[in-house]
């Protein structure tokens, strides 16, 4: 007890002025979050060229869809396990080895089965990195700073669709699907050899008992922002905590069954809004007899939004408390989302559709990023985060069949429709929730929730 007490992680870190360190974490931290997106929208255009070749029929592309999400889904899982079970950094640095690798086996891809297979294996390391970028970045971020800085890295991974989109219009006709592959994958290896020498989270170390690395990494921590900073305030007394074991069980009992809950839902909210909506604004257009090249010049404004959605985010994060930030959030969404459907004209389409992608990307920031990785103890963070990516993931398997029935038989009604559903259980299950988060100590948030859950199964 003594030792854990003498360690501090928490408090320490908390104390840390913003320098240099920190913005380094971002910086590798982001990146391979921003691959992640990448390579999730660089789909689209490899699918298109795939069929154009002749080498993939679109019942083969939609296995190499489906097989991306299915991927994803158990990489969230797994992320929480390992980051949990193993620590941060091998994490991360497994996913991201496994993302690299697979996507530079896709280059020499003989058939479509192959790729499929190598894309499944891209889905998992693609899955596991948000889980382990959104759990990691904000144990070594300030609690007063935590909320923009995590919405910067969400503007990051955000810009993934645009960069995406406009690397794919010029390499794709020019030089062949198979060199995204090679761009994603060479980026990817350059980075994991970058992390090689990110620190371990001092709260996890401390978390597992491992009390003399969280020291040293701690002191390392330290002597670099103060050389650079000068002489640091003197941290807040550690509260009295005993060190518990953490078995996956007590994820699920009665003290952090409801944060499970609302994380989930917002989860769930989140992929339904972008995979129910954001996704399939180039077909909603044209079929409502909005022309091709039209249809694409309006998604193309809209999907602006993606990363105004998280500006927005950097500018309310730390303002604003973050229950109250999401459920005004979703708000915007169910009404901007009634006057979509009703805009007309070359100016109210386009700008009431960016006001509601803005405002789904918003809630995408907010929610993955920073709300629900705050949720969870320290020893629970990443299996907490993952349960509810993979709930998340989950659904974006499930959606696209949904938006199709429901488009067909009741239009774009009923697609918002269904996105208002879910908002409406987030929205619930964050007010009856009541645990706030903005500005608050990790260690504040979830501590007596940590310690009673565990203590009743130890």
Same mark, same amino acid.
């Given at each position: ?16 002025p ?17 691959? !992640?997106?990448? !390579? ?6 490899? #699918?298109?060229?795939? @069929? ?14 489906? &097989?991306?999400?299915?991927? &994803? ?8 396990? #390992? ?23 896709? #280059? ?13 294996? &891209?889905g ?41 989109t ?8 020019t ?13 990817a ?6 992390? @090689? ?6 709260r ?15 002191t ?8 650079? @900073? ?24 009665? @003290?952090?069954?409801n944060?499970? #809950? ?29 022309g ?19 500006v ?33 004209? !070359? ?27 705050e ?10 985060t ?15 069949y949904?938006t ?19 908002l ?29 859950a ?5």
């Amino acid at each position: 007890m003594a030792d854990h007490l003498a360690v501090n992680a928490g408090s320490r870190l908390d104390r840390l002025p913003i320098s240099r360190f920190h913005w380094r974490i971002l910086a590798l931290i982001s990146a391979g979050a921003f691959l !992640d997106a990448f !390579d999730v929208y660089l789909a689209g255009g490899v #699918i298109a060229a795939l @069929k154009a070749e002749g080498f993939s029929t679109l019942a083969q592309s939609a296995v190499f869809m489906s &097989m991306t999400f299915l991927g &994803m889904m158990i990489g969230a899982g797994m992320a929480g396990y #390992i980051g949990d079970r193993f620590g941060r950094r091998a994490s991360y640095q497994f996913n991201l080895a496994l993302f690299g690798l697979a996507s530079v086996a896709a #280059i020499f891809s003989p058939t479509m089965t192959f790729l499929i297979v190598c894309r499944f294996v &891209m889905g998992i390391g693609l899955g596991a990195e948000l889980v382990v970028a959104a759990g990691t970045l904000g144990e070594f971020i300030p609690p007063a700073f935590r909320g923009r800085w995590v919405s910067i890295m969400g503007m990051v991974v955000n810009s993934g669709l645009l960069v995406a989109t406009s690397i794919g219009y010029i390499v794709i006709p020019t030089l062949g699907w198979r060199y995204m592959f090679a761009i994603a994958g060479a980026a990817a290896l350059i980075v994991w050899i970058m992390r @090689k020498k990110m620190p371990e989270s001092p709260r996890w170390l401390e978390s597992v008992g491992r009390f003399e690395e969280a020291e040293a990494t701690l002191t390392a921590i330290e002597r670099e922002v103060s050389a650079q @900073k000068g002489p640091l305030p003197a941290p807040a007394p550690a509260r009295a905590i005993a060190m518990v074991h953490a078995p996956l069980k007590a994820l699920f009992g009665p @003290k952090l069954r409801n944060r499970v #809950i609302a994380a989930t839902l917002a989860a769930i909210a989140v992929n339904v809004s972008v995979y129910g909506f954001v996704a399939w604004l180039p077909t909603f257009l044209v079929s409502h007899g909005t022309g091709i090249v039209t249809s694409l010049w309006y998604t193309t404004l809209m999907s602006f939004g993606s990363v105004f959605g998280a500006v927005i985010a950097i500018g309310i994060a730390d303002r604003i408390s973050r229950r109250l930030s999401l459920i005004l959030t979703a708000v915007a969404i169910m009404l901007f989302g009634f006057l979509y459907p009703n805009a007309q004209g !070359d100016v109210m389409v386009p700008l009431t559709g960016f006001l509601l992608v803005s405002s789904i990307y918003t809630l995408v920031t907010l929610a993955l990023f920073a709300y629900i990785p705050e949720l969870f103890p320290t020893a629970y963070r990443l299996r907490g985060t993952g349960f509810a990516g993979m709930c998340g993931r989950a659904a974006s398997m499930v959606t696209p069949y949904a938006t199709v029935f429901l488009f067909a038989n009741f239009g774009l009604h009923g697609v918002l429709g269904m996105v208002g559903v879910v908002l409406v259980a987030m929205i619930i299950a964050v007010g009856l929730l009541r645990v706030e988060t903005t500005g608050q100590s990790l260690d504040e948030v979830s501590a007596d929730e940590l310690a009673a859950a565990a203590g009743a199964t130890a």
